[in-house]
């Protein structure tokens, strides 16, 4: 990893800059939960906050569209920075009104904004991906990101938390304009350099409307089956975890279930587990099953899925952890090899749309399946267990049927 740090030093710094704003954006997060959770209308305040932080992703193909049809993007990158930096500050200085709904309503919307503009950086820094590394190498450099940006999650979460032990969630919110400070810094050492790649970067000459640009990013991805289906069952699978821990918090409240640990810490074990094991999958990707199709690995994470139900049905807790933690591994291996066939298949003035609309649909799933499956338990805790086997079932036919349509063409 180091020696290939070494070889794509432009590269590493502008992954790291980009990485680094993203702890700004989990370390409030925690602070927003806390507060809204003090409130007396602490459900809705949470959740208003989940869906202030869940909703810019989902949004973010919008930007990227936008951010392909932008020059000069080095000065955007520096500007939005600084931006943020002074939305923090206006954050922080709220904080000395007294915590009402109103209030964190109103630090809520402004975090939209923050994430908003944080995914925008995310899109404008895409297309540099392309020409500063190599192809044959994007697979390493998606693996590196996909290790960093979890662990950037773990510690910026962790930390999080620390502060909101010794400090007020205002000074949280100034630690974060100092580090987006510290971003709009950064881009502006690298600055130089960065615009000798600019300028090769190919600009979109066609004189179209976002609207049909969003539209184009989705008739492209549609068009190829193969991304199509990687990228259907990337979704889904990601989908599998938000359905997941509900159930699975359910599950062990099972006095059937034998626990070797308390609950938190067996709920923690899980979250562990699948963090891990995505992150040795996001490091032995470029290394590992190098020959094996990735619908081979999805059909295989699949079964996995469908082994997590018989886990649950037979109240075997060692069979949904080892389950779950083999899904998590096939995911972390097939993930980098995805977004590596994005950046290198796909026009570098459309990447930045493109990238975003990917990014949109793989993080679509987890908040529904969050939702229904507790509404599965609600009928029946062995229903909701089965549909763990069918879900492995439904994503193999997806697969098959868009396979065979292709073959067909």
């Known amino acids: 990893m180091f020696k290939f740090i070494r070889k794509n030093a432009s590269f590493a710094q502008l992954a790291s800059i980009n990485l680094f704003s993203k702890t700004g954006d989990r370390l409030f997060y925690t602070a927003m939960l806390t507060l809204a959770a003090s409130l ?11 869906i202030s932080e869940t909703l810019p992703v989902l949004l973010s193909f919008l930007l990227g569209s936008l951010a392909d049809r932008r020059n000069n ?39 939209f904004v923050s994430d908003l503009s944080g995914n925008y950086s995310s ?31 773990i510690v ?20 974060n304009a100092m580090l987006f400070f510290i971003v709009g810094i950064s881009y502006i050492f690298i600055r130089s350099k960065l615009l000798v790649v600019e300028k090769e970067l190919p600009t979109i000459t066609e004189e179209k409307t976002t609207t049909e640009n969003i539209k184009n990013n989705f008739k492209t991805l549609y ?19 938000g359905g997941l821990t509900p159930i699975f918090v359910i599950f062990i409240q099972n006095d059937n279930v034998s626990l070797f640990l308390s609950r938190p810490l ?46 649950f049905i037979l109240n075997n807790l060692y069979i949904v952890l080892i389950s779950s933690s083999f899904i998590a591994l096939l995911l972390g291996i097939v993930s980098p090899r995805f977004t590596a066939k994005i950046v290198n298949n796909y026009p570098t003035e459309h990447l930045g749309g493109i990238v975003t609309t990917v990014n949109s649909l793989l993080v679509l799933t987890p908040p529904i399946t969050s939702f229904i499956f507790p509404l599965f338990a609600n009928i029946g805790e062995t229903f909701a267990y089965l549909c763990f086997l069918f879900y492995g079932l439904l994503l193999i036919l997806i697969s098959f049927l868009i396979l065979k349509k292709k073959a067909f063409k």
């Open 40 to 50: 007396p209308e602490a459900n809705l305040a949470v959740m208003i906050v989940s």
């Open 73 to 111: 993007k080095i000065e955007l990158l520096i500007n939005n920075s600084f931006f943020r930096t002074f939305l923090y500050l206006f954050i922080g200085l709220l904080f000395n009104y007294s915590t009402t709904f109103p209030l964190v309503l109103c630090i809520a919307a402004l975090n």
């Open 123 to 153: 899109a404008l820094v895409a297309p540099f991906s392309k020409l500063l590394v190599q192809p044959k190498d994007m697979q390493r450099a998606q693996g590196i990101i996909s290790i960093t940006a979890q662990l950037v999650n």
């Open 156 to 175: 910026a979460t962790f930390a999080g938390s620390i502060l909101l032990t010794f400090f007020i969630a205002g000074t949280i919110a100034y630690i």
């Open 223 to 241: 068009q190829d089956k193969f991304i199509l289906n990687d990228l259907c069952q990337l979704s889904l699978l990601n989908g599998v975890f």
């Open 266 to 311: 067996t709920i923690s074990l899980l979250s562990g587990l699948i963090t891990i094991f995505m992150m040795v999958g996001n490091s032995i990707s470029s290394n590992l099953f190098k020959n094996t199709p990735t619908s081979t690995l999805n059909s295989t994470a699949n079964l996995f899925i469908g082994i997590v139900g018989v886990g």
